[in-house]
């Protein structure tokens, strides 16, 4: 079975690249199959929750430190 990956890219959403199975709050599932990939939207802004549509480029949103990933 193929490994899931979840990349945080600059100024941008998480790419996660499957299998994985995403779940929306009605209960609706997005298959995405080994070696593909889905961006999720990291700004909040997304017409398309929780996929990124782009709108993090046209609300000027950048990522911090803080908003990166701690390492325990």
């Given at each position: 079975?193929?490994?899931?990956?979840?990349?945080?890219?600059?100024n941008?959403?998480?790419?996660?690249?499957?299998?994985?199975?995403?779940?929306d709050?009605?209960?609706?599932?997005?298959?995405?199959?080994?070696?593909?990939?889905?961006?999720?939207?990291?700004?909040?802004?997304?017409?398309?929750?929780?996929?990124?549509d782009?709108?993090?480029?046209?609300?000027?949103?950048?990522?911090?430190?803080e908003?990166?990933?701690?390492?325990?």
């Amino acid at each position: 079975m193929s490994e899931v990956v979840i990349k945080v890219r600059k100024n941008g959403p998480y790419q996660v690249t499957g299998p994985i199975r995403l779940v929306d709050h009605d209960g609706n599932p997005l298959e995405v199959e080994a070696g593909d990939s889905v961006f999720l939207c990291r700004c909040g802004q997304s017409g398309e929750k929780p996929i990124c549509d782009g709108t993090h480029k046209k609300c000027g949103w950048v990522d911090t430190p803080e908003s990166e990933p701690r390492h325990a």
